[in-house]
């Protein structure tokens, strides 16, 4: 039987911005954090509630992490450094290695790049995505 956890051909897709939009995967991914939605509820309780009030606030798409073993001629990993340098808003697909071709798909600002090195270790980055608007889960 199949682990349905495994996240064995996982990919973190990076589209080109061009119509109709191409997404390569990104090269070298170690691990993965996100999408990491979150809700921000505002209170309505009154002087005559014995009980804390809530409503439905505004909703985050959160942040989107990865740790990348860095190759530096990688056109996919100077191309996200490129997307940070600009400030450009890209799309994005998570794509889940599961039968039915699910993915998260969003638009993020790089605002982390931070390759890093040490003694007996891999040179690696990490790399941080900020979601902006709501990630749509697709499933096919």
Avoid: C
């Avoid at 990688?74 to 890209?90: I, N, P, S, V, Y």
């Avoid at 993915?103 to 790089?110: D, G, H």
Wanted: proline share 5%; hydrophobic share 40%; charged share 15%.
């Amino acid at each position: 039987m199949a682990n349905k956890n495994a996240s064995l051909g996982l990919q973190i897709k990076r589209g080109n911005g061009a119509n109709p939009e191409v997404f390569t995967a990104l090269a070298a991914v170690d691990n993965i954090s996100g999408p990491g939605l979150s809700m921000s509820p505002i209170d309505v309780t009154t002087l005559d509630d014995t009980w804390d009030e809530f409503v439905a606030g505004i909703r985050s798409g959160g942040d989107f992490t990865m740790t990348l073993q860095f190759e530096p001629d990688d056109t996919g990993h100077q191309a996200l450094l490129g997307d940070f340098t600009a400030g450009t808003l890209r799309n994005f697909e998570l794509v889940f290695p599961n039968t039915g071709n699910t993915l998260w798909a969003f638009s993020a600002y790089v605002t982390k790049y931070a390759p890093k090195g040490a003694v007996k270790s891999a040179l690696t980055a990490d790399v941080s995505l900020k979601i902006s608007g709501q990630p749509t889960l697709v499933t096919d």
